[in-house]
Nanobody
């Protein structure tokens, strides 16, 4: 079974940092464009960062300059370093391919930023 498992979320004060991890069950994901997505309560899921097969990264305007996405093929992993967190970053964060594959959605990891 092909899976993506997210971890690293938690409760943090505004201005703090968290590092999210996403580990794939197959090396397949090392060769695909990947994205980090988030879904806040009552809102649609949105893409916040993506990384291409050439390891070029792109960010939504809301996180640009604060979040950094990276990948480590030796661990089948992609990561999201989140700094200067804001209450509006509160959401469940997911990784997936970019564009997302319907069969790859995991449980996500909850990030809560208190003011």
């Amino acid at each position: 079974q092909v899976q993506l498992v997210e971890s690293g979320g938690g409760l943090v004060q505004a201005g703090g940092s968290l590092r999210l991890s996403c580990i794939g069950s197959r090396r397949l994901f090392n060769f695909l464009p990947m994205g980090w997505y988030r879904q806040a309560p009552g809102k649609q899921r949105e893409l916040v960062a993506d990384i291409t097969t050439a390891d070029t990264t792109n960010y939504s305007d809301s996180v640009k300059g604060r979040f950094t996405m990276s990948r480590d093929p030796t661990k089948n992993g992609v990561y999201l370093q989140m700094d200067s967190l804001k209450p509006e970053d509160t959401a469940v964060y997911y990784c997936n391919t970019h564009p997302p594959g319907a069969d790859f959605w995991g449980r996500g990891t909850q990030v809560t930023v208190s003011s």
